[in-house]
Antibody
């Protein structure tokens, strides 16, 4: 069974850093594109970042480019999102999600999300 | 990376059909057949219901269908059921090799 479990969220001051983790099971990260998507409280979904199956290509939303870094550890089958220079507007539930295994550009599995709150 | 445009809300009675539109530009919706739709119930993670404009994942009811014309994609739900009441989001791949979501549409089943 495919499972994605995020961790690492919490309260951080503006300008601070946080690293989110997403432990994958039931499939191999190295064979899947992976995404981070966030949702501010009461707001809509916002795509944040993506890494390809080989780990050789990453892309970011303009709002986080230069501040966030997506990466993964094949040995731990874990996806990461390093978030630096955090701002109040980064406050959201962060979901990790798997690119559709059937090869479409959709996302077929989502984690339960981890809440990041940026506040002084 | 402006969000795709969706109506804020739509409604329909049980058994009826509704359609949610998603308007973008030639840099996203109009440029690729890579539009997906997600259903999200309150407090839950999103669920993929349509990918690549019209492809329905295994396990998704055939009451859900997708289409696209020019820069506008559409999700149609036929035979509305109470459990269809949720937020729906469209998503598209873009010329910048990024993805962009729509603002979301709240579906109310009357």
């Amino acid at each position: 069974e495919v499972q994605l479990v995020e961790s690492g969220g919490g309260l951080v001051q503006p300008g601070g850093s946080l690293r989110l983790s997403c432990a994958a099971s039931g499939f191999t990260l190295s064979k899947s594109w992976m995404h981070w998507v966030r949702q501010a409280p009461g707001k809509g979904l916002v795509w944040v970042s993506r890494i390809n199956s080989a780990g050789t290509s990453t892309t970011y939303a303009d709002s986080v480019k230069g501040r966030f870094t997506i990466s993964r550890d094949h040995a731990k089958n874990t996806l990461y999102l390093q978030m630096n220079s955090l701002r109040a507007e980064d406050t959201a539930v962060y979901y990790c999600a798997r690119g559709d295994a059937s090869g479409t550009y959709g996302v077929d599995y989502w984690g339960q999300g981890t809440l990041v709150t940026v506040s002084s | 990376q402006s969000a795709l445009t969706q109506p804020a809300s739509v409604s329909g009675s049980p058994g009826q059909s509704i359609t949610i539109s998603c308007t973008g530009t030639s840099s996203n919706v109009g440029g690729y057949d890579y539009v997906s739709w997600y259903q999200q119930h309150p407090g839950k993670a999103p669920k993929l219901v349509i990918s690549d404009v019209y492809k329905r994942p295994s396990g998704v009811s055939d009451r859900f269908s997708g289409s696209k014309s020019g820069n506008t994609a559409s999700l149609t739900i036929s035979g509305l059921q109470a459990d269809d009441e949720a937020d729906y989001y469209c998503n598209s791949f873009t010329t910048s090799s990024t993805w962009v979501f729509g603002g979301g549409t709240k579906l109310t089943v009357l």
